[in-house]
């Protein structure tokens, strides 16, 4: 069984850092893709931002020049890099992880960034 393992979510003020990481768990193989997608109440999931395992990287307008998006291929593991934090930004982030069209998700992280 897949299982992807969030941490690093948590509440901080306006401007400050958080770094999101993902394990990935329960499978032998690499993902062709990992990323970060968020919802916030009342909004729908959208993507953060993803990298494939070429180590191509894309990012949501929003965030560019904020958010910083890596992986360890070797294990799996994707992070997020938040920087200057915006009450905006306050969501659930969900790692996502995608193979031969089968989709997986984490539980969901709670990010709150306080004014």
């Known amino acids: 069984q897949v299982r992807l393992v969030e941490s690093g979510g948590g509440l901080v003020q306006s401007g400050g850092s958080l770094r999101l990481s993902c394990a990935a768990s329960?499978?032998?193989?690499?993902?062709?893709?990992m990323g970060w997608y968020r919802q916030a109440p009342g909004k729908q999931r959208d993507l953060v931002a993803a990298?494939?395992?070429?180590?191509?990287?894309n990012y949501a307008d929003s965030v560019k020049g904020r958010f910083t998006i890596s992986r360890d291929g070797a294990r799996n593991t994707v992070y997020l890099q938040m920087n200057s934090l915006k009450p905006e930004d306050t969501a659930v982030y969900y790692c996502?992880?995608?193979?031969?069209?089968?989709?997986?998700w984490g539980q969901g992280t709670q990010v709150t960034v306080s004014s």
């Open positions: 990298i494939v395992s070429g180590g191509s990287a």
């Open positions: 329960g499978t032998y193989y690499s993902f062709n893709a």
């Open positions: 996502n992880a995608e193979r031969q069209s089968r989709l997986y």
